[in-house]
């Protein structure tokens, strides 16, 4: 496998953990939030002054960027218990480029030089080589993956899918609203602190420019494309958005006109993204599956327990 496909996957990887993270808070929590560049740049600054200044070694520092992201985290989502929908947006908005001023003009952050000569990952004395890197940035995003398909089958998750359909009627039933979009942005900014610091260290450089609004309104995008409130979808979007400037690359200019267009497009004709409720994609995936053999037993069995008496326990 050749570096430059390498380095396509590690990045994707990373995005997938990125459009994940950001799908805690706006696909399940219901809260719009375009700040999460920024989250994902304090994950990659941490790590870098980390290492370069203080000689944090590798894999140290991943826990550490994504604690100090957590708790940016939960700074972010104080306004958020304040205001709602379009203000909220705009709250973000703000705060995505408060953060990056701060990385342009404060000397501590290198300012416009940003940090360079960052040491790539090692192990046991041993530089990884960028085989061993992909192989840890599909691992974290295979992590992110399961570890919310797990967190969105318990009490929270169920709290946060309660306070995105209703939220007047969550906190009616006892949730703790406040609480839980705390620990949601919580969740989504260590998990971007986790991409933030291996990207710092893949790269072996971060600069402002990074981590500005563009990048939040493209994790935006990976998760309205993919699907919101999905955990696939996010996925995949990242993976498409991500790969596709370098597909269109022999295209120069004209890459950012076709990727811009096929994403106005899906959002146009599947407002709930390729793998969301409604889908086309979805839909067959489910029509298949309905038609496959498990799905066939059980039409079995109901057929042959239709004629039963209600509550009848069938001949036992």
Known sequence: MSEYLVSIITLAAIWVVLALSLNLVTGYAGQVSLAQGALFGVGAYAAAIAATRHNVTFPL?????????ATAGGLLALPALRVRHDFLVLTTMGVNFVVVAIFQYVDYFGASSGIVGIPLPALAGRTLSSHEVMAIAIGLA???FVSNWCLLRTWFGLRMVAIRDDEA????TGISVAATKIWAFVLAGAYAGIAGALYARFIGSVFPSSFG???SVTI?????LGG???LVGPLVAAVILRSLPEVLR???D???????????????FQPGGLLGHGSILRNLFSRRAARGPLAREVRTQDAGSAGRPAGGRGGV
């Open 220 to 224: 935006l995008s990976m998760v309205i």
């Open 169 to 172: 009627a969550a906190a009616a």
């Open 228 to 230: 919101e409130g999905t």
């Open 61 to 69: 520092d991943i826990p550490l960027a994504a604690a100090i992201t």
């Open 250 to 252: 022999p295209l120069a």
């Open 142 to 144: 295979a992590f992110t």
């Open 213 to 215: 609004f563009v990048e």
């Open 254 to 268: 004209w890459r950012l006109v076709v990727y811009g267009l096929a994403l106005a497009l899906v959002i146009r």
